[in-house]
């Protein structure tokens, strides 16, 4: 089994900075593509950012230069750092890998819990 635990959410006030972590833990042999993800009250879930075992990234034009995406592979953990935030970053932000179990295996997507993040104007 695959676990994705998400921390770091909470309440800040407009202009404020987060940190949100992701760990991943179980029976794991490699983690490809690792993402952050957020939906809002009433809206889909949407891609924030994405980041390569190679620690290629890409993000959604609505956080370009105010998030950073990064990875520990070494601990198995991926980070959101999240500056000069706005009201309408408001969302639970979910982490997303994908994850290989066993070298014979195939690869398989998993989703942690989600983690609330909101922003006050």
């Given amino acids: 089994q695959v676990q994705l635990v998400e921390s ?13 972590s992701c760990a991943a ?14 939906q809002a009250p009433g809206k889909q879930r949407d891609v924030v950012a994405t980041i390569t075992s190679g ?17 520990d592979s070494a601990k198995s953990t991926l980070y959101l750092r999240m500056n ?3 009201p309408e970053d408001t969302a639970v932000y979910y982490c997303n890998a994908d994850v290989l179990r066993s070298w014979s295996s195939t ?3 998993y989703w942690g819990q989600g983690t609330q993040v909101t922003v006050s104007s």
């Fill in 8 to 20: 770091g959410g909470g309440l800040v006030q407009a202009g404020g900075s987060l940190r949100l």
């Fill in 25 to 38: 833990s179980g029976s794991i042999v490699s983690i490809g593509v690792m993402g952050w993800y957020r």
């Fill in 55 to 71: 620690g290629s990234t890409n993000y959604a034009d609505s956080v370009k230069g105010r998030f950073t995406i990064a990875r």
């Fill in 84 to 86: 000069s935030l706005k």
């Fill in 107 to 109: 690869w398989e997507n």
